[in-house]
């Protein structure tokens, strides 16, 4: 990056902040960016593709990322997996979950930083129309139904801590509340994680941890009684708590390089497992399966008896990770709807607030096992159309020189109608990822436990990349003009797509902002 970007006065160009300036400098950037951040953050047809000039340093999306890797919601995850398994079988079924996740993180994430593109308007691209509104869907939908939970929640918190009931009441008007970092963008999500949630999350579990380490290591042995969640479902579960499935809408203020977020993702990675193993350990030292009395015994434990502390803990980190939920879910909507004339993004996000209310009865108050379902729709239906325009970007080039420039947009009336063989491969992979969960609203899940299928969403993601390419090479022998059933858009010439080169605004840098 330059020393100093184009029309802007700050510049957090240093990828860790080292002095009260850089602070300072930090948020006069925020405050010079906050006006685009409000009217459209980069998603739009018009306005959508974040410009080099624009990216951010590796401290901000570190406090990000672990703001949605920590917090209560984690502690309940540990709760869940804590019946029937030791510690170190928790702290190893979370270490694999994390990993898988991560593996997958690091090329959304670079698919983000290389187009600095949203999820939902590469879909627009890539998918085409038709299959553009389908992803959106997925994307729109799924997330909404961690907004409801992570609501609930919150609200089970502040009951089990101050006994105040009207949970249904407070779940659903607080489910709506939470978009209101939404409404300042990419910019109000970041500040409120790395300036407020991220240092107060980090220093309790720290505490929390250790304290249990050290005082009460005797009670830590041995295998809890119940029954167990089998192994690979465990993992499965720790894949959803920790997927977002729409990296590329947060990471696309990065820096382009592959190997550039894994610091991220790892610092987030140790305070997920210090979570989900903490807990484990609350879980254990409590001697209870009461949600609430465990909450109780955490503040005594680790917070010194202080219920106004564990209040405010518990609302912001639900808030912050409600944040992430709401970002996706606006991004979708911002993809369908946000080329409209006179349309302003906080519309949308007005809109979205909706359905995190309704989405807030659904799976609290009428799915059976309502948490770990959506853990497993999200880990599945996401993540595999990432993975298919990953493999159409950076893989179809080397494989069968077709390459599809994604250095803009296009408006619907621009992109192609369908691409054929994305659609069925994102079918395919969803209703396979959704059968192998048994991840259906009818309680299917006790009837036919699905441990013998092993990691269900990683195996969902590989058969949709190699679904895809599959068809694609079908598609190359029987089609005569392969643009039509790839759904490129009308713009690109033929010239261009038969090509090895991975077309983006890095390897064709456009005008800075």
């Known amino acids: ?43 739009t047809s018009t ?10 340093p590796l401290w901000h999306f570190t406090g ?70 389908l ?5 729109l939908a799924a997330p909404l139904g961690w907004v409801g939970f992570q609501a609930g929640l919150m609200v089970q918190i502040w009951d089990g801590l101050y006994g105040w009931g009207h949970v249904l009441a407070l779940t659903l008007i607080f489910a709506g509340v939470m978009i209101l ?29 250790i304290k249990a380490a050290s005082t009460d290591s005797g009670s830590l042995g041995g295998t809890p009684s119940g029954t167990a969640i089998p192994f690979w479902l465990g993992v499965t579960a720790v894949i959803g708590f920790a997927m977002w499935g ?24 140790v305070f997920f497992l210090l979570f989900t193993t903490g807990g484990w350990m609350m879980a254990q030292l409590a001697q209870s399966s009461d949600f609430g009395e465990q909450v109780k015994f955490i503040t005594h434990y680790s917070l010194f008896g202080a219920l106004w502390l564990a209040w405010i803990l518990a609302t912001l980190s639900q808030f912050a990770i409600n944040d992430g939920n709401y970002y996706e879910s606006v991004n979708a909507g911002q993809n369908l709807v946000g080329g409209w004339r006179h349309w302003r993004r906080p519309y949308t996000a007005l809109i979205v607030a909706g359905g995190g209310v309704l989405a807030a009865w659904l799976v609290n108050y009428h799915f059976l096992n309502g948490w770990f ?50 659609v069925i491969a994102l079918l395919a992979a969803v209703v396979f990822g959704v059968i192998g969960l048994a991840d259906l609203p009818n309680g299917w899940i006790y009837a036919s436990a699905p ?51 991975v077309v983006d605004i890095v390897s064709v840098p456009q005008p800075s902002a």
């Open 1 to 43: 990056m330059g020393s100093r970007r184009k029309g802007l006065q700050h510049n957090p160009s240093h990828e860790v902040v080292h002095d009260v300036e850089e602070l300072r400098e930090d948020l006069e950037f925020e405050r010079e960016v906050l006006d685009e951040s409000i009217r459209h953050d980069y998603s």
């Open 47 to 56: 306005i959508g593709i974040v410009p080099l000039t624009r990216r951010r």
């Open 64 to 133: 990000l990322w672990t703001t949605f890797a920590a917090g209560f919601s984690f502690l309940f995850l540990g709760f869940e997996l804590h019946d029937g398994r030791s510690l170190a079988s928790v702290a190893l079924i979370t270490a694999l979950g994390f990993g898988f996740y991560t593996a997958y993180a690091m090329f959304g994430a670079y698919l983000g930083s290389r187009t600095g593109q949203t999820h939902g308007l590469l879909t627009r691209s890539i998918f085409g129309v038709a299959g553009s509104w």
């Open 135 to 139: 992803v959106s869907a997925f994307v």
């Open 181 to 209: 970092n939404n409404l300042l963008g990419f910019t109000g999500i970041s500040v409120f994680a790395r300036y407020l949630v991220t240092p107060l999350i980090i220093l309790w579990v720290v505490y929390l941890v």
């Open 246 to 269: 729409n990296e590329p809408d947060v990471w696309r203020f990065g820096k382009p390089s592959f190997w550039w977020p894994l610091p991220a993702f790892l610092f987030a990675g």
């Open 373 to 422: 379902k959506v853990a497993g729709f999200l880990a599945v239906s996401v993540p595999c159309a990432t993975v298919i325009m990953a493999v159409d970007h950076f893989v179809l080039p080397r494989l069968f020189r077709i390459s599809r420039p994604l250095t803009r947009v296009p408006s619907w009336s621009e992109a192609g109608a369908c691409n054929v063989p994305a």
């Open 451 to 501: 441990n013998g299928w092993g990691p269900v969403p990683v195996e969902a993601w590989v058969l949709a990349g190699v679904v895809y390419v599959a068809c694609v090479a079908v598609a190359r022998s029987i089609v005569p003009r392969i643009r039509t059933v790839l759904g490129f858009a009308a713009y690109v010439p033929d010239a261009d797509i038969a090509s090895a080169l």
